[in-house]
Nanobody, 125 residues
Framework: QVQLVESGGGLVQAGGSLRLSCAAS????????MGWFRQAPGKEREFVAA????????SYANSVKGRFTISRDNAKNTVSLQMNSLKPEDTAVYYC??????????????????WGQGTQVTVSS
């Protein structure tokens, strides 16, 4: 079993920055591809970013490309999402997820095996 715990959410003004972190415990973290997803009120969950098991491959949603950066530290069992130039439409609950199959980042939420409890990000205009 794998436990994922997100942190770093909060309230920020448009144009500001936040850094989300996800701490993993349980099985070998370095074998997992990791992803970040978000869900706004009344909307479906959507892909934000993903990173391969060793951090060599990343993938981003078009809506965040150039503003968000995903990274990981396998020695510390953490994955982070640096969010810059935040917009009100970035407001959502952000979830960390782990995929223990191939270690290659995927945008498909159904491919992820473990999920965190989520952290709220609110961007005011």
């Amino acid at each position: 079993q794998v436990q994922l715990v997100e942190s770093g959410g909060g309230l920020v003004q448009a144009g500001g920055s936040l850094r989300l972190s996800c701490a993993a415990s349980g099985r070998t973290f370095s074998t997992f591809a990791m992803g970040w997803f978000r869900q706004a009120p009344g909307k479906e969950r959507e892909f934000v970013a993903a990173i391969s098991s060793y951090g060599t491959i990343t993938s981003y949603a078009n809506s965040v490309k150039g503003r968000f950066t995903i990274s990981r530290d396998n020695a510390k069992n953490t994955v982070s999402l640096q969010m810059n130039s935040l917009k009100p439409e970035d407001t959502a609950v952000y979830y960390c997820a782990a995929d223990d199959w191939l270690g290659v980042p995927t945008r498909a939420g159904y491919a992820y095996d473990y999920w965190g409890q989520g952290t709220q990000v609110t961007v005011s205009s």
